[in-house]
């Protein structure tokens, strides 16, 4: 019974997605309906926003299209995810899903540990921070000890190296940035037995005035009017694929993003976090911790080192995330960056995919394609706003589940009845 | 005449767990009648009286209530209709008073304000009538289970029940206890009332019931007089297959002290303590029974020895090395095993699969893991070898063990605890909730293992379990041991009396003045 129903379980994890996003967007329409628009318009409009290439119109163009060739006058018929004349949609959304997936990742991480941790918002700007200063600094006391005056004139092979060497230590220090700040609420969870959701909600206000802070003040790089830091140096970029490795082949459909290397290291990130967790011994106690904490003790599984591990590793994927939005994609800290709550983003994601990592590698992309789409947005009066109403709405239908499952059980039951199959009895626990 | 009662045809399907759960069931309880409903766990017997009672709408059926056909959607037509039922687990208010609890939701009332003297006196009224002693102004929270029982009976007989449903209502008293409920329950039917007495303690069946229904796999297998049927023909019916109540044992060869604890004082959770000086000591080959009734130290006592629980004071030596402070885990690699009280929270994870489950004691090392690396072969290995050596029916090495029946569960338990012939088995409560064929495999399993050479220290509130299984038994009273009694000579009643805080010697005395 058990490979059978376990498949039959995905496809009604699926089914539910699927219904509460219906359900999300059918109750979004009231909004729309009362700003005098037409909700099939308008969501055609925010999904073509978000997901579709350029030219896109209807619902049926996020998959097929009608393209003209300029030089010919031909038209011809294209699948659309793949079509992108002047850059796609997608892949801004997978650059906007990057660090949606690492924060995610890192929510999954503390929630499979039984940790109810938010802290993703102050890991984040942390970790961004740590990212920000070191991609202008460290650059520059190499350039002193070799004795380079002019970045521009700097030998080839020292900045071959530094192209490695200075994400790689941005990187490493946004890993460590996040992961003490969530070992702090950890060790208090640990010691204290405080709630690790209300300290990593006070550890996350902290964090964002603390970065305020240092990008109005100390880190301020110039006059502009809003505040901002230096600009981090080339070689701490992470090169985006339309500049490195694929600049010759002139791909189209990735020009005008930054999706690059940051987007690689989520996915890795997300294979590395699954393997660990479902692979590894210390990725079970984790999880065993979370099932049952009595059952965790009584089998003699260290939970205390468990829980403070699973901070660990979640705060370090927060930082990464950071680090990953200020090399990757903004280059710079800018006043507003630790206000917009990138990391909780993350924490909406890691529940809408249940905890489930291939979820979030789904889930990740949808949400950033609604927010893109939703800042795109301009249809009649409708506010951009329309965009978290969707997301909020469909999170509340998503959290019916169990309604929801029932219900998708009884369109499974009558199935069941009209294929003939006899249902056989087996003892449950329904009785004692 | 017409039957109190009367549910014909019912039948229920449960999606969720793809099981039927109640396959087309008829039952009859005539007015004046104390009608027995046994079945191992899974037979169906409480999705039964949950559909009489309103709380699962059934698939199929009708119910009739004296002869008229009754809609019962809700607890509330049920109780409309006069039923009442006793949960399992009291659904009472701990912090309100005896009176408050009985009038929840029905109170007498002068323009809205609650009268709290009408109130106990209705309640003393109606005690009287039923001969239910309590006092009314006293806190829930405070009265021992036997009178919160009683409290809860009250509850129904002052909402008018004709008919009681009664969901294993002796799990937690003790001896005493049950013989006033006995009393409680043949006085209630002689007023011309119906009762419905879930259960598997077929013992009680003979000792409190008219008729007993026997279900079996959600189906009903039959209904008899109590009277012309034995115990043994009750369990073989309940099982589908002949089952031995007594369990054969050979005499104790105990050796050495295995384990040894030395004046332990235990707290409970608040800081009180719970386990005040106890001692005792169990050698290679052979069972120490510890018997009380629950909540009188048991739990703490047990969580110390297993390391669960820090000692305030006192020594616990283990293999002639003291262990006192020593955590769970160097203690199970010591040799330590443990079977817990409570199966669904502490000794199984539920929300995990079953091969999870099995290695959770020994994940850490050969030949399950090497490093952080699982050696995934060895762990599929060893879960289908307590699968198979345990006949743990309808699991598989990946499956979700959630759907799995309780005595099923016990087993992976089992499995997971014996492997490997640990040299001290803690079995507390092994067989709580299980069915008679459960019970018969969790008793032979612990006897075999004391013949193998371990020792087994069993804790249980089911007198006849430490009668039956113990080579020697110390009784606890108030988290202490009051006695140590010889397993062959023990008697029921001398058990009983160390339970209740007696002396042997004042018992002694009582019988030769009287």
């Known amino acids: 019974m058990n490979e059978h129903t376990g498949f039959r379980r995905s496809l009604e994890t699926i089914g539910v997605a699927l219904l509460a996003i219906f359900l999300g967007l059918l109750a979004s329409s009231v909004f729309v309906i009362i700003a005098g628009s037409n909700p099939v318009d308008a969501y055609q409009r925010l999904f073509c ?26 038209s011809q018929t294209v699948f659309s995810p793949l079509h992108g004349t002047g850059g796609h949609s997608l892949a801004l959304v997978l650059e906007r899903a990057t660090p949606l997936i690492l924060t995610a ?77 969530s070992w702090i609420a950890g060790y208090l969870k640990v010691k204290l037995n405080i709630n690790v959701l209300i300290s990593t909600i006070i550890l996350n206000a902290i964090a964002v005035q603390f970065v305020g802070y240092m990008v109005n003040y100390p880190l301020r790089s110039d006059m502009n009017n809003i ?116 990391g909780f983003d993350g924490v ?33 009066n409708l506010p951009r706003q329309l965009g978290n109403i969707i997301i909020a709405l469909i999170i509340l239908f998503n959290a019916m589940e169990y309604f929801l499952r029932s219900y998708i059980a009884a369109i499974w039951r009558k199935r069941h009845i009209f294929s003939g199959k006899s249902i056989t009895p087996a003892p449950t626990e329904a009785s004692s | 005449m017409t039957n109190a009662i009367e549910m014909r045809g019912i039948r229920k399907y449960f999606a969720s767990t793809q099981t039927l759960a109640v396959d087309g ?19 169906g017997k409480t999705t039964l009286m949950s559909i009489l009672y309103g709380m699962v709408s059934p698939d199929e059926g009708e119910i009739f209530i004296n002869g008229n056909r009754a809609h019962i959607k809700h607890p509330n037509d049920a109780i409309r209709n006069g039923i009442g039922m006793v949960h399992q687990h009291f659904k009472l208010v701990p912090s309100f008073t005896v009176a408050e609890n009985i009038m929840l939701g029905i109170e007498r009332n002068r323009a809205g304000f609650v009268n709290s003297r009408a109130e106990s006196d209705d309640v003393r009224r109606l005690a009287a009538e039923f001969g239910l002693a309590v006092n009314p102004n006293q806190r829930v929270a405070d009265l021992p289970v036997g009178m919160q029982q009683r409290v809860e009976i009250l509850k129904t007989l002052q909402r008018d029940a004709r008919i009681l449903i009664l969901d294993e209502p002796t799990a937690v008293l003790t001896p005493q206890e049950v013989n006033e409920l006995y009393t409680v329950i043949r006085k209630l039917a002689d007023t011309g009332r119906a009762i419905i007495l879930i259960t ?24 008899y007089p109590v009277a012309g049927l034995t115990v043994n023909e009750m369990a073989n019916q309940m099982v589908g297959r002949t089952v031995l109540l007594d369990v054969e044992k050979t005499p104790a060869q105990p050796g050495d002290t295995v384990i040894s604890a030395e004046n332990l004082l235990v707290a409970a959770n608040g800081g009180v303590p719970a386990v005040f000086g106890v001692s005792f000591e169990v050698r290679r080959g052979e069972i120490l029974g510890i018997a009380g009734v629950s909540g009188n130290g048991q739990t703490e006592l047990v969580d110390a020895v297993a390391g669960m629980r820090p000692v305030e004071s006192g020594e616990i030596r283990f293999l002639n090395q003291i262990i006192t402070n020593c955590t769970v885990r160097e203690r199970r690699i010591a040799g330590m095993a443990h079977i817990p009280e409570d199966r669904m929270d502490t000794g199984l994870n539920l929300k995990t699969t079953l091969d999870e489950n099995v290695i959770s004691t020994a994940y850490y090392r050969e030949p399950f893991s090497r490093g952080w690396r699982f050696q995934f072969e060895e762990v599929r290995a060893f879960a289908q070898r307590v699968i198979d050596s345990f006949q743990i029916k309808s699991a598989s090495v990946k499956g979700s063990i959630r759907t799995l029946s309780g005595g099923n569960l016990q087993k992976i338990v089992l499995g997971r ?29 612990l006897i075999a293992a004391r013949d193998a050479g371990a020792a087994v220290l069993l804790i249980s509130v089911e007198l006849e379990e430490i009668m039956s299984l113990s080579d020697r038994i110390a009784v606890m009273y108030e988290g202490r041991i009051t006695g140590i009694l010889d397993g062959e000579t023990a008697t029921e009643q001398n058990i009983a009396i160390l339970m209740t805080g007696g002396s042997l010697d004042d018992a002694v005395h009582a019988g030769a003045v009287s």
């Open chain 1, 49 to 74: 926003e978000g997901f579709g290439a350029r030219g896109c119109e209807t619902f049926g163009n996020l998959l097929v299209q009608t393209v003209v060739n300029e030089d010919t006058g031909e």
């Open chain 1, 105 to 181: 990742l890192s929510a999954t991480v503390a929630f499979k540990a039984g940790l109810f941790s938010i802290g993703m918002d102050g890991q984040f700007v942390l970790g961004a921070l740590a990212a920000a200063f070191l991609g202008y600094w460290f650059p520059a006391q190499l350039y002193t000890l070799f004795g380079v005056t002019d970045p521009e004139l700097a030998p080839e092979a020292l900045k071959t190296i530094m192209h490695i060497i200075v994400p790689a230590v941005c990187l490493g220090a946004a890993m460590m940035a996040g992961a003490f700040y």
């Open chain 1, 227 to 342: 505040a901002r830091t230096a600009r981090i140096d080339e070689t701490a970029w992470l090169i985006p694929f339309n500049r490195g490795l694929f600049a010759n082949a002139d791909i189209e459909w990735f020009s005008g993003s930054r999706l690059g290397v940051g987007f690689i290291i989520a996915v890795v990130a997300a294979v590395l976090v699954w393997y660990f967790l479902y692979r590894t011994t210390r990725g079970y106690e984790q999880r065993m911790v979370n099932g049952s904490p009595l059952f965790a003790r009584f089998s003699g599984i260290p939970g205390t080192h468990a829980m403070l591990r699973a901070m660990l590793i979640s705060g370090a994927l927060s930082g990464i995330a950071g680090a990953i939005e200020v090399i990757g994609v903004e280059r710079r800290i800018v006043d507003g960056f630790a206000t917009a709550g990138t």
């Open chain 1, 348 to 380: 909406l994601v890691a529940i809408l995919a249940r905890e489930s990592i291939v979820g979030i590698l789904f889930v990740a992309p949808f949400i950033a394609g609604l927010e893109q789409g939703a800042i795109n947005f301009q249809f009649g």
């Open chain 2, 25 to 43: 069931v008829d039952l009859a309880v005539a007015p004046g009648e104390v009608h027995a409903l046994v079945g191992e766990n899974g037979a």
């Open chain 2, 200 to 223: 598997h303690k077929l013992l009680e069946v003979k000792a409190a019931a008219d008729q007993v229904t026997i279900m079996r796999r959600g189906q009903h297998i039959g209904t």
């Open chain 2, 417 to 445: 605890e014996l492997e490997g012939h640990p040299k001290f088995i803690i079995a507390n409560q092994p067989t709580r909730g299980l069915d008679v064929g459960s019970i018969e495999f969790v008793h032979k399993t």
